[in-house]
């Protein structure tokens, strides 16, 4: 779990970083929050007991290995 939580906050901080240096771009709080809300749905999942199990598939820890590589790569080249 701890590898999800550090994804998780990894992707909040990079919004946050977006939101502050792309003030005054237009749709800048869209383009933060797209890559904000499933770093907090990471981290609140990473947490909860039920989803917990989920998380731990194999499957599913490689298909978010995949999505936060590519959030990343969306965080770095918007503008």
Known sequence: MTNYRWGGYLLVALGLINLRYQTGHSNVLAHSLL???????????????????????????YLSLLLLVMIIAYAAINK
């Open 35 to 61: 890559i904000i809300i499933p770093g907090a749905l990471v981290l609140l999942m990473s947490w909860l007991a039920p989803t917990k199990k989920f998380l731990e598939q194999k499957s599913v820890k």
